[in-house]
């Protein structure tokens, strides 16, 4: 996600641009998608302007980015920075989420 101000946003803030997986060094942004989601049905209609990607697939961050193009408010949400964030894209990442929550939740074998 892009914001007027990068740095210091502490509530939310209207998005000035969004890119799925963007190149490393291609975007001035240290902001991250949590892929928690309120959106209006004109979501819907942004899905249907849009292009199918390399997999077939519609993304729904490139339907959010097509709304903002076209003058469409935005907004993100900060999480706190204490907050522990999962990759959860992976394999990897969701072995430690689950395993995280399991322990967190106090969940054994035996459960």
Not at 32 to 42: D, Q
Not at 60 to 69: K, P
């Amino acid at each position: 996600m892009i914001f007027d101000d990068n740095d210091e946003i502490t509530a939310p803030n209207k998005i000035k641009d969004i890119i799925e997986k963007p190149v490393i060094d291609t975007v001035k942004s240290s902001w991250v998608l949590a892929c928690r989601y309120i959106l209006s049905p004109k979501i819907f209609n942004a899905l249907q302007d849009i292009k199918f990607d390399n997999q077939d697939e519609l993304q729904l961050t490139t339907a959010i980015r097509h709304m903002v193009q076209n003058g469409r408010s935005v907004w993100g949400y900060p999480f706190p920075k204490e907050l522990k964030r999962y990759d959860t894209g992976n394999f990897e990442g969701y072995v430690e989420a689950f395993g995280d929550f399991a322990r967190e939740a106090n969940i054994t074998k035996d459960d």
